[in-house]
C-alpha cells in the first residue's frame, strides 16, 4: 500500500523543539511535493508547509513562518519539518501528503493531496 508514515512527535513544553519525519513507503519520494498538515481537538485541519518536490520551493501558513523549516532528503525518501519555539496552540495531530506540486491553493486544499499517514500526535504542555 502506497502510504506516508510520520514519527517524531512527543511531548515538550512550549519554547521546545521537535522534528517530524515523513517517510515514503513503496514509492518515490522525488516526483512529489509534500505538504504538512495538521489538526487540533475540534477543529478542521490545516495546513503548515509545503515543500516541492526538488526541495527548491517551501511554504509556511503564518503560524508556522520563523519557526518551523521544511526540508527534504529525496536519498533517503524522507521530508522533514522542525518545529521550534513551540507554543501550545501548536499541539495537534500532524500529518503528510503528498501532491504533484504546493500550488498556490496547498493551504487551503487539504483534500487535493493523497496518501496520508496515520499522523504523529505532538503535545505542547508545561
Known amino acids: 500500500q502506497v502510504q506516508l508514515v510520520e514519527s517524531g512527535g512527543g511531548l515538550v513544553q512550549p519554547g521546545g523543539s521537535l522534528r517530524l519525519s515523513c517517510a515514503a513507503s513503496r514509492f518515490t519520494l522525488d516526483y512529489y511535493a509534500i505538504g504538512w498538515f495538521r489538526q487540533a481537538p475540534g477543529k478542521e485541519r490545516e495546513g503548515v508547509s509545503c515543500i516541492s518536490n526538488s526541495g527548491g520551493s517551501t511554504y509556511y501558513a503564518d503560524s508556522a513562518k520563523g519557526r518551523f523549516t521544511i526540508s527534504r532528503d529525496n536519498a533517503k525518501n524522507t521530508v522533514y519539518l522542525q518545529m521550534n519555539s513551540l507554543k501550545p496552540e501548536d499541539t495537534a495531530v500532524y500529518y503528510c501528503?503528498?501532491?504533484?506540486?504546493?500550488?498556490?491553493?496547498?493551504?487551503?486544499?487539504?483534500?487535493?493531496?493523497?496518501?496520508w499517514g496515520q499522523g504523529t500526535q505532538v503535545t505542547v504542555s508545561s
Open positions: 501528503a503528498r501532491r504533484y506540486s504546493c500550488g498556490s491553493s496547498w493551504l487551503t486544499n487539504a483534500a487535493d493531496f493523497g496518501s
